[in-house]
């Protein structure tokens, strides 16, 4: 997706939540968060990535924090037109379907995704790195994987609330454990790293 379709999507969302949500915050991925927290506020994200014989596949996501709680998550992914969302205690959901992952399994049993900065390039190759892959998605959809049962861990390092809050909300939404790689909770309103699985 270019820079001008991109400016083109923001302006479009943004219009069209101001308009049905007037007094509401809006901020986007290249915005800081505002210093000051009103009651409702939206984190947007709309993140490229790169497919196969795909010529603009994008995810959108979407964070609504209401008195400082992050309330609703939503992410799309317009290349499989998966529409994922979740409300606080409410349960999460997969165009429509619940999600739930209330299995528990061995680590050496899971399907593990990982951000590029763990790895070196020779270790997928590798035999005892076989249930090991490299993360190819933008985080939100990564996290949302582990949600959908696709995958089992992800992890990855230095992201931003606009990347991980919504998904984040899902995942927890579906049974799904989320954390910094500390073992801290993940806060959606600072940049963190991030753990989620069902390990």
Known sequence: MSDYH?????????????????????CFSYEELPA???????LISLEPYEK??????????IAIIENKVLTQGFV??????NFYYAE?????FLNGQPLCRDELMRLRE??????????RREQPLNPSYQRVRMAELPTALEICTVAEGNTDIFMTMNQTP??????????????????TLEGQELRWNKASSVWCGVV
């Open 6 to 26: 991109q400016l083109k999507m923001y302006s479009f969302l943004h219009q069209s939540i101001c308009w049905s949500f007037p007094f509401d915050t809006i």
């Open 36 to 42: 000051k927290m009103h009651d409702s506020l939206w």
């Open 52 to 61: 196969k014989q795909a010529n603009s596949a994008y995810s959108l996501s």
């Open 76 to 81: 799309y992914d317009n290349l499989s037109n």
């Open 88 to 92: 606080k205690g409410r349960g999460a």
């Open 110 to 119: 899971a399907e593990i995704r990982m951000d590029s900065s763990f790895l």
């Open 162 to 179: 606009y990347e991980f809050a919504a998904a984040s909300l899902i995942a927890k939404e579906a049974g799904v454990e989320v954390m």
